[in-house]
């Protein structure tokens, strides 16, 4: 492993293979691209961001969602956020926010969170994100449906414009007029802020898994994405 402050390999831990092709499926190893980094290594900055990533609410041992591995480095997007931790800290905070701060419901929550790790095709966020759902109250055929870039039968209107607000934010990184008056109208103006934050948080984190190729945790499946490529 490389530490990140003097540039040098600290004996006993391999950097794993990378490149397009790797599942990401080893937790030991976390992303392909950056090292994933052991606790004992970590500077004042990088051990606060840890500990708020470790203990925040998706941090919990009854969280459905692993963040760290069995040798206590950290999954997901948060290994990279500790290359930069006064960004990773901002974004940590954003995202503890955007989970028990909002106006959304959980289930409204999960469905914007699962349309966007759908468009972009990110792994882990799948994985996080189908656990987050079920416990949100999502049932498995949403998931499936959301899943294959469908629209599911959503009976509450909240539910129905969350989903086709998150979906064009996704694709196009705009709302048309139309659907930007009824979102406003439906969720309100605070609500919709919230909605935009949140594809936007969303977003960000599934560029980093894309770019330092991080996969789901080891003996985890990765999910089966419909052929087409992510827009």
């Known amino acids: 492993m490389i530490d990140p402050l003097s540039g040098e390999d600290i004996p006993g831990h391999r950097v794993p293979p990378g490149g397009p092709g ?7 190893d976390g992303g392909a691209r950056l090292p994933p980094l052991s606790p004992a290594v970590l500077d004042d900055a990088q051990r606060l961001l840890y500990e708020a990533v470790a203990g925040g609410s ?4 009854d969280a459905p969602v692993r963040r760290v591995d069995r040798d206590g480095r950290l999954l997901g997007p948060y290994n ?14 954003l995202g503890e926010a955007l989970r028990s ?12 969170a699962l349309v966007v790790a759908a468009h972009r095709r990110a792994d882990y966020a799948w994985y996080a994100h189908e656990r987050t759902g079920r416990r949100a109250g999502l049932t498995p055929r949403e998931i499936d449906i959301l899943r294959e870039g469908r629209a ?15 979906r064009q934010l996704a694709a196009e990184g705009d709302l048309a007029d139309a659907l930007f008056t009824e979102a406003a109208t439906i ?45």
């Open 58 to 61: 998706d941090g919990r041992e």
């Open 101 to 112: 701060r909002i106006s959304l419901t959980p289930r409204e929550r999960e469905i914007a």
């Open 22 to 28: 790797w599942d990401g499926a080893d937790d030991a």
């Open 187 to 231: 969720l309100g103006r605070a609500g919709l802020v919230e909605l935009v934050t949140l594809v936007g948080y969303c977003s960000t984190l599934a560029l980093h898994l894309r770019v330092f190729r991080v996969g789901v945790p080891a003996g985890e499946p990765a999910p089966r994405w419909p052929d087409a490529d992510p827009g």
């Open 152 to 166: 599911p039968l959503l009976a509450d209107a909240r539910e129905r414009v969350v989903y086709e607000a998150a």
């Open 80 to 93: 990279a956020m500790l290359y930069s931790p006064r960004v990773g800290l901002s974004l940590q905070e």
